[in-house]
């Protein structure tokens, strides 16, 4: 018996552009293992550069918030769309950020303990969300940003409320400049790094793991080539070095006018606010990141419950 299913080999394809007969045998070597089949296909070539911003999948909302010189992003999770588009739900997300805001860090179980706008706790109110929605719902992560002198500025991605939305970007801009025209100028931050999606502000920051992964995937392809082990080397070396100035925020081409480096954006930026301009953080939440959502078979479904 296959050590995978028609829903896996559809998965897999979705993730990799691979054709059908391609996932089905990646799917066949790895023995089902979905993460070994994508870095078999990327090795070989039959797949893009896996990004999970396109194919995260959970419902909810991620809210935003801003006072002074600090920020904060709460994603909170539902188990359907429709959840997320009801109001008492949307209020929920607001005032949770709004709590979150005024713990600060980044702990969610700290959080679920804060005081609620409007009395209880967050945890008491997510409690009694639950059972009056009648849908699971948690509060999933947060990250506070801050500075001592510039501007904290936030972004939503198609927004579907104030402040709320599938993506919740924060830009944090350390600078004794113009403050106006920093949040101009992280207004725009904000939609490069919603559309790139960084890993990590710098290169070094970047995960060590992940990066181990891509000269894995890298050696191999070289391997293929078939060149002096010198020359694979080379190539590895430099496979890991284009990954790596692509996926750190600050050598990323800014998307804006699609030549720029961030990093020397911010430099030109420095003139125009009347001071160095220097992005310290970032924050970039889009909804599900990560997660697994459960695709049902509604036809078998139907059959089950009729007894078919």
Do not use: C, W
């Amino acid at each position: 018996m296959a050590a995978f299913s028609v829903a896996d080999v559809k998965a897999l394809r979705e993730k990799t552009g691979a054709g059908m007969m391609d996932a089905k045998k990646a799917l066949e070597e790895s023995s089902g293992d979905i993460e070994a089949a994508v870095d078999a296909l990327r090795a070989k070539g039959l797949a893009t550069a896996q990004k999970k911003s396109s194919r995260t999948a959970a419902e909810g909302l991620v809210g935003v918030a801003v006072e002074g010189t600090k920020g904060v992003a709460v994603e909170v999770n539902s188990e359907t769309d429709f959840v997320a588009k009801n109001d008492k739900f949307q209020d929920f997300v607001r005032n949770t950020t709004q709590a979150a805001l005024d713990a600060g860090g980044d702990d969610v179980e700290a959080l679920k303990g804060a005081d609620y706008p409007g009395g209880g706790t967050v945890g008491e109110k997510l409690t009694d969300n639950i059972a009056t929605i009648g849908e699971n719902q948690q509060v999933r992560r947060m990250k506070t940003v801050s500075v001592k002198d510039g501007v904290i500025v936030p972004y939503v991605h198609n927004a579907v409320a104030s402040d709320l939305g599938k993506i919740g970007v924060l830009v944090a801009l350390e600078s004794e400049g113009d403050k106006d025209k920093l949040a101009e100028l992280g207004k725009f931050l904000g939609m490069h790094i919603a559309a790139a999606f960084p890993q990590a502000l710098t290169a070094e920051q970047l995960d060590p793991a992940v990066i181990e992964r891509e000269r894995a995937i890298a050696r191999e392809k070289a391997a293929e080539s078939g060149k002096p082990e010198a020359v694979q080397e080379k190539m590895v070396d430099g496979a890991i070095a284009k990954y790596a100035k692509e996926n750190a925020l600050l050598s990323q081409v800014y998307m804006i006018d699609n030549k720029t480096p961030v990093a020397q954006v911010l430099e030109g930026a420095a003139k125009d606010v009347g001071a160095k301009v220097e992005l310290v953080d970032y924050v970039r939440f889009q909804l599900g990141e990560g997660i697994e959502k459960e695709e049902s078979d509604f036809a078998a479904e139907v059959k089950a419950a009729a007894g078919g």
